[in-house]
C-alpha cells in the first residue's frame, strides 16, 4: 500500500501544479475566497466526497472581520470571469461563508482531520521578469492580493491528498475530515469552525505549513511544531467632536489625539516576566483638513503572548488603556475584535510516531533532525488542536520544507513546487497509518 500511496502521489504532480498556479493566479483574501471555494467543492465533489459549503462550515456568530456586504457582492460577481465553477458558488458564499469540508466516511474506526488554509494575503506582487510566476504566467490578476505565504500549495496538497485517499478508501477503517480553511491570516477562520462542532469528534488532527530551508528545518518534513505565539487582534474606533481648530477650539474633542494617547501607552504596557509578550499599532488613520479637530480616528492593533495566559493579560492591558485614551480627552472609542489565536503543542508521541512512519515507508524524504520545532509565528490552527486535545484526541501541526524565492510575507514569495507531492505522500501516510486497523496511538 505504501508504493502505492507513492505512486498515486506521484502521478498527481503535474495537476497539483496546475492547480496551485491557479490559486496564485486568483487569489483571495479572508472572507472572500469564493473562487476557492467552489473549485475545491467541485473537485470534491466529483470525486465522491460528502461536501459541506457556507453556513454548514463556519457558525455564522462566531465570525469576526467580515467585509461589507458590498465589497463581498462585488467581488462575487467578479469571479465568474476568473472561471469560478457557477454550479457550486452558493448564496452563503456569496456572503462571504467561504471554505469547504470534504468527509470521506469509511465505516467504523477513528475520526482524522486535516486543515489546509486557503485565503491569500492584501500586498501587490511583484511584476518583474525575475519573479517566476510573473515571467510563467501565473501571477496574481487581483491587484492587491497575493498568494505569499503558501496557502495555494496548501489548497492544493489537500486535492491531492484527497484524491489519494479517495483510490485507497477500501483499505481505510474510520472517517476522514479534509477542512479547507478559510481566514488563517488575521486569524478569523478557524474559530467559526471550531464553534460548529467540526473538531469534537476528531481523534488525530493534522495540518502542515511550507518553510524555508535551514535552520531546524534540515530535512523535508519536520514532524511537529510548538510554541505559536497566542494573539488578539483589533481596530479601535475613535470618536470625539469636530470643531474649527482656530475660531472654536473649545467645542471639539479631538479623536486624533485619544488615538495618539493609546497608541503611545500601549508601547508601554509592561512586558510579562512569564514569557514573550508583544503589542503592535500597525494602522492609524483619522482626520480630514488641518483646520479641522477630528472627531474620528481608529487604529489597528495586535498583541502577543507565548502562552494564552499571558496574551490574555497584554489583551487586557491593551483594551483598558484604549479606553482611558478615550476617556482623557472626553471622547468614546469602539474597540472590535478581528481574529485571535492560542498558543499551541504538538503532541510528541505522535510526532514521533509520524517521523518514524515517513522514515520507514517514505525513504526517499528526510525528517528534520529535530522533529519539534519552535514556531513564533501566530496560528489559528491552534483552535483547532486544542480542540482536539481538550477531548482527549492527538494533534501536530507540521512543515513541508522547501526552497524559496524569498521570504513568505514578501512580494516575491515562490517556492519549489515539489513540496506538493511531498506533502501529499505525508498526509496521506498518516491517514493510512491511523485508519488502516489498529491505531497506533
Known amino acids: 500500500m505504501y508504493d502505492k500511496i507513492i505512486k498515486y502521489a506521484e502521478e498527481l504532480d503535474q495537476v497539483s501544479r496546475e492547480r496551485r498556479r491557479d490559486f496564485h493566479r486568483y487569489p483571495e483574501t479572508a472572507w472572500y475566497e469564493v473562487r476557492t471555494s467552489a473549485v475545491i467543492a467541485k473537485i470534491l465533489t466529483e470525486l465522491g466526497y460528502e461536501v459541506l459549503t457556507g453556513k454548514a462550515v463556519c457558525l455564522e456568530s462566531a465570525r469576526c472581520g467580515v467585509p461589507l456586504a458590498e465589497n463581498l457582492k462585488e467581488h462575487a460577481e467578479a469571479v465568474y470571469s476568473q ?3 457557477e454550479k457550486y458558488v452558493t448564496e452563503e458564499m456569496k456572503q462571504g461563508f467561504t471554505g469547504v ?29 525575475e519573479h517566476r ?36 478508501k477500501d483499505s481505510l477503517h474510520g472517517t476522514v475530515k479534509l477542512i479547507f480553511q478559510p481566514g488563517e491570516e488575521g486569524a478569523k477562520g478557524a474559530a467559526p469552525i471550531v464553534a460548529a462542532g467540526h473538531l469534537d469528534d476528531v481523534d488525530y488532527f493534522a495540518g502542515t505549513h511550507v518553510a524555508p530551508t535551514g535552520g531546524p528545518d534540515d530535512g523535508d518534513v519536520t514532524p511537529g511544531t510548538w510554541g ?5 487582534k483589533y481596530d479601535v474606533y475613535f470618536k470625539g467632536q469636530a470643531a474649527h481648530a482656530g475660531g472654536f477650539p473649545e467645542n471639539g474633542r479631538s479623536a486624533i489625539v485619544a488615538a495618539a494617547n493609546a497608541v503611545l501607552n500601549l508601547t508601554a504596557i509592561p512586558r510579562h516576566s512569564g514569557g514573550i509578550s508583544r503589542v503592535n499599532v500597525g494602522v492609524i488613520q483619522g482626520g480630514s483638513s488641518r483646520n479641522v479637530i477630528p472627531d474620528s480616528a481608529m487604529i489597528m492593533l495586535e498583541v502577543r503572548g507565548e502562552t494564552t495566559a499571558i496574551n490574555a493579560y497584554m489583551d487586557q492591558q491593551a483594551k483598558r488603556i484604549c479606553q482611558a485614551a478615550a476617556e482623557m480627552t472626553d471622547c468614546t472609542c469602539q474597540i ?22 515517513v522514515r520507514q515507508h517514505l525513504p526517499h524524504l528526510t525528517v528534520s533532525s529535530c522533529e519539534n520545532a519552535q514556531n513564533w509565528g501566530s496560528e489559528d490552527i491552534s483552535l483547532m488542536m486544542n480542540r482536539v486535545q481538550a477531548r482527549g484526541g492527538k494533534a501536530v501541526y507540521m512543515r513541508s520544507v522547501t526552497d524559496m524565492a524569498s521570504a513568505q510575507h514578501t512580494t516575491g514569495f515562490d517556492f519549489d513546487e515539489r513540496v506538493l507531492v511531498q506533502g501529499i505522500e505525508t498526509f496521506s501516510l498518516i491517514v493510512y497509518g491511523l485508519l488502516k486497523g489498529n491505531p497506533p496511538l
Not at 505559536?228 to 488578539?232: E, V
Not at 472590535?336 to 512512519?357: K, M, N, P, R, Y
Open 83 to 85: 472561471g469560478a465553477p
Open 133 to 168: 510566476p510573473f515571467a510563467e504566467g501565473f501571477s496574481s490578476r487581483n491587484p492587491g492580493w497575493m498568494h505569499a505565504c503558501g496557502h495555494d500549495a496548501h489548497a492544493a496538497m489537500g486535492l491531492g491528498v484527497a484524491q489519494v485517499l479517495m483510490k485507497i
Open 228 to 232: 505559536s505565539l497566542a494573539t488578539s
Open 101 to 129: 469540508i470534504g468527509i470521506l466516511r469509511c465505516g467504523e474506526g477513528p475520526v482524522v482531520a486535516l486543515r489546509f488554509d486557503i485565503d491569500a494575503l492584501g500586498m501587490q506582487e511583484n511584476e518583474t521578469p
Open 336 to 357: 472590535v475584535f478581528q481574529g485571535g489565536a492560542e498558543s499551541q503543542q504538538s503532541d510528541e508521541d505522535f510526532l514521533t510516531w509520524i517521523g518514524e512512519e
